[in-house]
């Protein structure tokens, strides 16, 4: 237990690892952000408390802290570190944005994910799969991280923005997202603003790719202002922008808002695939229950049978255990709060992880074991409750007042897109296939995932 007098008032800080306020940037970077979240609960598995560089950080590890850090505190709280440094890249959209404004913008995109649209989303996303499918050829080496992300960034481009994106413009998304996340490490240590002004090559490459970005988004919005309402989000912003007094959004808000969801609305669920065909290589137990599940609908998977896919749902919904794709989630207090007995001062940071409370024994039997079956009840069905964990132990699209708004876009597409592929194919692991992770905003594969295809039919 550590006290600071600061002023009159004594601030008692709850006991955290022995790193001094520069040594805690040290270990991060040595450790990599989730071996060091890894460290610290190992030796405080509730609450520690961290200096980091110039900042008081606070790191809550179990559910009843994480549902008081993500819904009981969620007015009383803004973003943390790594949303505000996304900024640099996604302007003022909905993963950044906050108060009125936000809850504002949330407003006007909601409606874009209604469980009709989505439902109507659905046939998009059999129709790429299938796409993807069938330009596979048997025994082919791929990269499954590329394979995936090339395939939610058209699903969401067609869903979402009614666009088929071309193939330089998917190079260009990905190209820009890997040199953002590549050093996003560097963009949440401390003094990151300033460094970010700098003219070094690191930086000059982030706002090249912003640039590109830019140009993509730009040209979407204005074919749209031409072709007049189709329909699809990016139309349902134009026009809620035409709409607001004082003239609506400016083009830059409506690029922030589209950037944030093209972005986010493809990657997740990318890095979710990805991480479930990796743990599917790898146990030919339940890859053949999976192939027996799909292969027993007798037709190519349809919106209609996502009741009918329990295994495929637990085959994500544990690969999101395991490898969550948003793998922390930082907040930063607008106002005193407190925890257990602390008082946290006003303008800390305080994170939880769900790499480390997904994977926590004391919450999950076989806690780094792939068990897909954890999620199927005694009926069959696929059931979130079923692995019996507390609330707050399983959050992989966050909790409270910021949940993600796509949730339900991103479970529909995680099913139908697993179970469309595994229906005509089968994945096995190569020598150099492995399940290192990059932790940045989201969690990747360290070294992409190379994986043999193998048709089944």
């Not at 040290?26 to 200096?51: E, K, S």
């Not at 986010?264 to 890859?287: F, I």
């Not at 085959?315 to 602390?342: C, F, H």
């Not at 020598?431 to 360290?446: F, Q, Y």
Request: with cysteine; net charge neutral.
């Amino acid at each position: 237990m550590t006290a600071l007098t600061l002023g009159r008032a004594r601030v008692v800080r709850p006991p955290g690892p022995p790193y001094s306020s520069l040594g805690s940037i040290r270990a991060m970077r040595r450790l990599r952000p989730n071996g060091f979240f890894d460290t610290i609960h190992r030796d405080h598995p509730r609450l520690a408390y961290v200096r980091f560089g110039n900042e008081h950080a606070y790191f809550l590890f179990e559910p009843d802290l994480v549902r008081t850090l993500l819904v009981d505190a969620g007015r009383a709280t803004a973003k943390g570190r790594g949303l505000e440094r996304s900024k640099e890249l996604l302007g003022e959209g909905l993963l950044t944005s906050e108060g009125e404004f936000h809850r504002h913008q949330r407003r006007l995109v909601q409606p874009a994910f209604h469980s009709t649209r989505v439902a109507g989303y659905a046939e998009v996303m059999c129709d790429e799969a299938r796409r993807v499918g069938d330009g596979w050829r048997d025994g082919a080496c791929v990269d499954m991280s590329t394979e995936m992300s090339r395939l939610t960034l058209r699903i969401v481009g067609r869903a979402l923005f009614g666009t088929d994106l071309r193939d330089e413009d998917i190079a260009t998304v990905s190209r820009a997202l890997s040199t953002f996340l590549a050093r996003f490490q560097l963009l949440m240590m401390p003094a990151a603003a300033l460094l970010g002004r700098l003219p070094t090559p690191a930086n000059l490459r982030l706002r090249a790719a912003r640039d590109d970005l830019d140009s993509l988004v730009y040209r979407m919005i204005a074919e749209h202002r031409a072709s007049g309402d189709t329909g699809d989000l990016l139309s349902m912003l134009l026009i809620a922008g035409a709409d607001e007094a004082g003239g609506g959004m400016s083009d830059r808000q409506i690029r922030d808002e589209a950037l944030t969801l093209l972005l986010a609305g493809h990657e997740t669920t990318a890095n979710a695939l990805t991480w479930a065909w990796l743990l599917l290589a790898d146990d030919r137990a339940d890859a053949l229950r999976l192939h027996r599940e799909v292969d027993a609908l007798g037709h190519p998977p349809a919106p209609d049978d996502l009741d009918k896919l329990p295994f495929a749902r637990a085959v994500i919904a544990e690969s999101m255990r395991l490898y969550p794709p948003a793998w922390t989630l930082g907040r930063r207090n607008t106002e005193p709060l407190t925890i257990d007995e602390y008082t946290v001062p006003k303008g800390s940071l305080l994170a939880t992880s769900q790499w480390v409370v997904h994977r926590d024994p004391r919450w999950w039997g076989d806690a780094t074991q792939f068990r897909p079956e954890r999620w199927i009840n005694a009926e069959g069905q696929f059931d979130e409750t079923a692995p019996g964990a507390p609330r707050g132990a399983y959050f992989p699209f966050g909790a409270g007042r910021r949940v993600c708004i796509g949730e339900s876009f991103a479970w529909t597409e995680g099913v139908l897109v697993l179970a469309t592929l595994a229906q005509g194919w089968a994945a096995t692991s190569l020598p150099e296939t492995t399940m290192d992770t990059l932790p940045a905003v989201t969690l990747r594969p360290a070294h992409g995932a190379p994986l043999r295809l193998r048709y089944r039919r």
